[in-house]
């Protein structure tokens, strides 16, 4: 079945830490990629996205995130957190134009 | 403020009563989406319409739901004779291209259904 897997529910780690989130899918043929965020409060909004080209992609706030195609995964990285950066993050995928499948999420916590 | 608008927040129901909620997207925003979100898991594709025009439906889009974006612009999602199982958060969302896939999310209409 089409599938959009996140590795982890919940992950708590401290300001200054690195941050990595694992994202994998199981659709054939090409896919367009993206993560989401949900800050405390407010609505999804995207993050990143990846389409083509270069599979290092940059988002805001200094998120990125890499696409292996041998792994099917694109995994959204951070080298340093912020406490700001407590949120609910979503990987999605658009196997075709109009509809996006989320993974479950992924809560994070920055404790100061 | 001019992002995506839905109402109400919150609905309380009793199992077996009709419902409908509210979206307004974006102005000028051709797509229109609906979400649903249940607890501890993503955003789940209801359906989407470009324009009036709704081209895609979910299985999960039971006909017991029926949705409409009759002139192209605010959207409404109905659910007929509602189910314990209905219970969740209803998200609409906006789009417009050539970003299609950059879409702004409402803060939804969490359905409670006693």
């Known amino acids: 079945a089409q599938s959009v897997s996140q590795h982890n529910h919940h992950v708590i780690l401290s300001e200054a830490a690195s941050l990595e989130l694992g994202c994998n899918y199981s659709y054939g043929g090409t896919v367009n990629l993206f993560w989401y965020v949900q800050y405390p409060g407010q609505h999804l909004q995207l993050l990143l996205k990846?389409?083509?080209?270069?599979?290092l992609v940059k988002g805001i706030k200094g998120f990125e995130a890499e696409f292996i195609k041998s792994k099917f995964s694109f995994n959204l990285r951070k080298p340093s957190v912020q406490w700001s950066d407590t949120a609910e993050y979503f990987c999605?995928?658009?196997?075709?134009?109009?509809?996006?499948?989320f993974g479950a999420g992924t809560q994070v916590v920055v404790t100061p | 403020d001019t992002g995506v608008s839905q109402n109400p927040r919150h609905k309380i129901t009793k199992r077996g009563q009709n419902v409908t909620f509210r979206c307004d997207p974006i102005?000028?925003?051709?797509?229109l989406y609906w979400y649903r979100q249940t607890l501890g898991q993503g955003p789940e594709f209801l359906t989407y319409?470009?324009?009036?025009?709704?081209?895609?439906k979910s299985r999960l889009l039971s006909d017991r739901f029926s949705a409409e974006r009759p002139k192209g612009s605010f959207s409404t999602l109905e659910i007929q004779r509602t189910e314990q199982g209905d219970s969740a958060m209803y998200l609409c969302a906006s789009s417009l291209e050539p970003e299609l896939e950059k879409l702004f999310f409402g803060s939804g209409t969490q359905l409670s259904v006693l």
């Open positions: 999605a995928v658009n196997p075709s134009w109009g509809k996006l499948q």
């Open positions: 990846y389409f083509s080209g270069d599979p």
């Open positions: 102005s000028e925003h051709n797509r």
């Open positions: 319409f470009q324009n009036e025009a709704q081209l895609e």
